[in-house]
């Protein structure tokens, strides 16, 4: 056992790894094969020719793709991002000014989604089959479904250009530091957790029956135990576990691949 738990999670990382070098490639290739490149996007369609070849050698665009890859990977795991070629900005520096914003959305998210996703998918999983659990299980498989940008693109059309509640955009500079006015972050947790919520729910509303259903359960309904009791007692561990899962899975919203670490833990759970 002791000697097997290593074997398990070296073979783990190496596999994680080599699915990261080869998504990373693939997007690399991806964004090179798309039309058009960075220097006419920042020099403009006014540019000479005799420009664009100049600025293209100075950034190295003309050494085929592979090389450059390398190059890319070799400054990576030394701790270099590069340069942004539009602003001309260390990369580095740019994701450390917006890190605060970033942390401050998934917090507020993370805290959000804890007890909503409990109380919805205990409350859905206690009336399982019925008209409630069916509502919620069909609005959660639509927000799932419905990718993260079409949610959000609705959120502003909704509330921010036909009711005017929220601003559309939610721009604060990096140099005043976290945003103040709690408008400005309605629309992009409300966007954030959603996702986040409908995953939560799926995975505490199929604990929370699961759980239902087992022997001691029953064993305690023959017994003359009314509802509330059994549900916050008997049957209330895997429920309460479900959502620090989910919220611990919800986290690589804003680092990884969202829905691939939320459906991992649905099906761990």
Avoid at 60 to 76: I, K, Q
Wanted: overall charge positive; aromatic content about 6%; some cysteine.
């Amino acid at each position: 056992m002791t000697q097997a738990l290593p074997r398990f999670v070296a073979r783990r990382l190496s596999i994680s790894l080599g699915l990261l070098v080869l998504l990373s490639l693939i997007v690399y290739v991806g964004v090179d094969l798309l039309p058009g490149d960075p220097v006419t996007s920042r020099l403009g369609d006014r540019a000479s020719p005799e420009q664009i070849a100049a600025a293209r050698d100075r950034l190295g665009l003309d050494e085929p793709v592979l090389r450059r890859y390398a190059e890319w990977a070799s400054a990576l795991l030394q701790g270099d991002l590069g340069t942004s070629v539009l602003s001309g900005v260390r990369v580095r520096s740019l994701i450390a000014d917006r890190l605060g914003n970033s942390a401050l959305l998934a917090g507020i998210t993370l805290t959000a989604v804890v007890p909503l996703s409990l109380l919805v998918g205990v409350w859905a999983g206690v009336r399982r089959g019925r008209w409630p659990d069916r509502v919620v299980s069909t609005v959660a498989v639509m927000l799932v479904a419905l990718p993260e940008y079409v949610f959000a693109g609705l959120m502003v059309l909704v509330f921010a250009v036909w009711l005017g509640w929220f601003p559309a955009v939610s721009v604060t500079p990096a140099t005043e530091g976290l945003p103040t006015d709690p408008s400005l972050l309605a629309l992009p947790v409300l966007s954030l957790l959603a996702l986040s919520l409908a995953h939560a729910v799926r995975v505490i509303r199929a604990a929370t029956a699961a759980a239902l259903r087992a022997p001691h359960v029953g064993t305690a309904r023959l017994n003359g135990t009314p509802g509330a009791p059994y549900c916050a007692g008997p049957c209330s561990p895997p429920s309460f576990r479900s959502p620090y899962r989910s919220g611990a899975c919800s986290a690589s919203v804003w680092w990884a691949a969202p829905s691939l670490s939320s459906e991992s833990t649905a099906t761990r759970a």
